[in-house]
């Protein structure tokens, strides 16, 4: 064969390559518009009969070289390519990164929470207590520049014989508190028939570790126009934590703030296990701001400078820090709640140390 024989065959094969590469993107952009089509209509998108068709007609009018069962294998591979099309596309969460590449940034009162904003400080007790802890707490922080008061009035306790929580009480003493010292307020509702009646003294609604699976709280919760902090489950996945917040996305609220609190493993020196690397994955993975409970996860207060800087050079857009004007007899968690001044302690250390930025006074 001559040499150029040669290479016009191999100029011939490019340009068979180009058009095989043309009319397989084609054969995919037809695929991806079935796929829609069948995610409206709920249809199962793999479909075993109709694959079984397209090769027999294929085989059909398979006049070779190839013989059939190279046709069969080859087409089979194309099938397996474009169910895999169709499963990407299944995957594209609204929380997603895939679906959107900018940060969503999550307003409460003046406080923006995430899309590279100062960190946000969430701070109060663990449970509402009485209006006078309230007002020490509240004026306290609100003095140290904290925007967003928590105190929880539903208190999901161990032991049914622990302080459960003032309940709807707790939350008129913690919306009116906020209010006075110019705050926001952010607290756990634990039934889905509370969440709508929440939304008068609340600002951001809270969904607890221990019921980030609660699907009909989820439900509810993306249902009202308030924000979302939702806390990863004691034994969630990251997966998981996702699609718990996909829950309340899907129902059309999109205000989601997720929130790392540490998970359960065999270690005991902290009450939980902070799970660090879940705050960048989690922000790789979705648009949504991510904080950090720095109470919850370690349940102790003498790591809360270096857990807090942890939290924050991992990426954290804020942190939650249970504070107590007297946490030696707060009503629940009182071992690990600090006190007002190791409070503004901890925040000048972080002020110091540059990680604040322009975050707190
Ligand atoms: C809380 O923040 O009050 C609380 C109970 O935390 P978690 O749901 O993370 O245990
Ligand atoms: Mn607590």
Do not use: W
Not at 161 to 180: H, M, N, P, R
Not at 271 to 276: A, E, Q, V, Y
Not at 312 to 339: F, M, R, W, Y
Request: with cysteine.
């Amino acid at each position: 064969m001559s040499k150029e024989r040669f290479e016009e065959l191999r100029r011939q094969l490019d340009a068979v390559n180009q058009d095989i590469l043309e009319v397989l993107n084609r054969r995919a952009e037809l695929v991806q518009e079935i796929g829609q089509l069948k995610s409206g209509k709920g249809t199962e998108r793999f479909d075993p009969i109709r694959e079984k068709e397209m090769l027999d007609k294929l085989v059909a009018a398979n006049e070779g070289p190839f013989p059939n069962d190279t046709i069969r294998h080859l087409f089979k591979q194309i099938f397996q390519a474009s169910l895999g099309l169709q499963e990407e596309e299944k995957k594209s969460l609204l929380i997603s990164r895939k679906n959107q590449a900018a940060d969503t940034v999550v307003q409460v009162g003046n406080l923006k929470i995430g899309g590279g904003n100062a960190p946000a400080i969430i701070g109060g007790p663990c449970s509402v207590e009485t209006v006078d802890q309230m007002n020490a707490v509240a004026s306290h922080l609100s003095q140290e520049g904290v925007l967003l008061l928590r105190g929880g009035a539903y208190k999901p306790r161990t032991s049914p014989y622990d302080f459960q929580g003032l309940g709807v009480e707790g939350l008129k003493i913690l919306s009116e508190t906020a209010k006075k010292y110019g705050m926001t307020c952010v607290s756990e509702i634990v039934r889905p028939e509370d969440v709508e009646m929440s939304c008068e003294y609340l600002d951001v609604i809270q969904i607890g570790a221990r019921n980030m699976q609660n699907f009909e709280l989820l439900k509810e919760a993306g249902s009202v126009k308030k924000p979302i902090l939702l806390k990863r489950g004691l034994s969630a996945t990251i997966e998981e934590l996702l699609y718990a917040a996909e829950y309340i996305a899907s129902r059309g609220n999109s205000q989601i703030i997720l929130c790392e609190r540490g998970i359960r493993t065999y270690e005991k020196a902290t009450r939980n296990t902070l799970d660090i690397s879940a705050v960048p994955i989690l922000k790789q993975e979705s648009h949504l701001p991510v904080v950090v409970d720095i109470s919850h996860s370690t349940g102790r207060k003498d790591i809360m400078f270096p857990i807090a800087k942890a939290a924050l050079a991992v990426g954290a857009d804020g942190l939650i820090i249970e504070t107590h004007n007297e946490p030696a007899v707060a009503l629940s968690d009182a071992k690990q709640q600090l006190d007002l001044n190791q409070f503004s302690t901890l925040l000048n250390q972080l002020r110091e140390s540059g990680y604040l930025k322009d975050a707190v006074k």
